[in-house]
């Protein structure tokens, strides 16, 4: 019903950059949080950085001054900025949103997406 689609990720060097974007779609109401969280090998999935649909930031400290996040609600989609990036920031990068379904509902529902692979190397 909902899908959250990844894209931008790829092969950098250090201190390149990278845009991820995260599009939404499907039966949307209105999207609250959205996310970024990565895994990396052998490693736990951590987030990255947070949204609210008010434009409320939080970043974890690896990434803070290094990577934005940001929205744009008409298009209900997500982006990561990353810049300076690092060899340790290789990892899975994923997706995920908080969505109402109907207007006056108590309940959200979390999706998240497939993920897309940001490596940085020489």
């Known amino acids: 019903q909902v899908q959250l689609v990844e894209s931008g990720g790829g092969l950098v060097q250090p201190g390149g950059s990278l845009r991820l974007s995260c599009a939404a779609s499907?039966?949307?109401?209105?999207?609250?949080?959205m996310g970024w969280y990565r895994q990396a090998p052998g490693l736990q999935r951590e987030l990255v950085a947070t949204?609210?649909?008010?434009?409320?930031?939080n970043y974890a400290d690896p990434v803070k001054g290094r990577f934005t996040i940001s929205r744009d609600g008409a298009k209900n989609t997500a982006y990561l900025q990353m810049n300076s990036l690092k060899p340790e920031d290789t990892a899975v990068y994923y997706c995920?949103?908080?969505?109402?379904?109907?207007?006056?509902?108590?309940?959200?529902?979390?999706?998240w997406g497939q993920g897309t692979q940001v490596t940085v190397s020489s």
């Open positions: 995920n949103a908080d969505i109402g379904p109907t207007y006056g509902s108590s309940v959200l529902n979390r999706y």
């Open positions: 499907g039966s949307i109401f209105k999207i609250y949080n």
């Open positions: 949204i609210t649909s008010g434009g409320s930031t």
